[in-house]
């Protein structure tokens, strides 16, 4: 279960990555939840995922912060 909300965080981030807008909501909520261990990975995810997605690296200053 320790893996449960990084796992659904990662799939509704991948449902919602056609809107920027709900990407970043979405985010923000995600980094309230996780632990901090939890961030670090999503982080590096995160660069993944959004490496041929331009639109979405506005969201990627909220995990910088």
């Known amino acids: 279960m320790a893996r ?3 796992d659904y965080t990662k799939t509704i981030l991948k449902k919602v990555s ?9 985010l923000e ?4 939840r996780l632990l901090p ?8 995810w995160l660069r993944e995922f959004t490496a041929n997605k331009p639109e979405l690296y506005v ?6 912060k």
């Open 4 to 6: 449960a909300m990084y």
């Open 18 to 26: 056609f809107n920027s807008e709900l990407f970043c909501k979405e």
């Open 29 to 32: 909520k995600a980094l309230t």
């Open 37 to 44: 261990h939890e961030i670090k990975e999503l982080t590096i």
């Open 59 to 64: 969201c990627m200053a909220l995990v910088k």
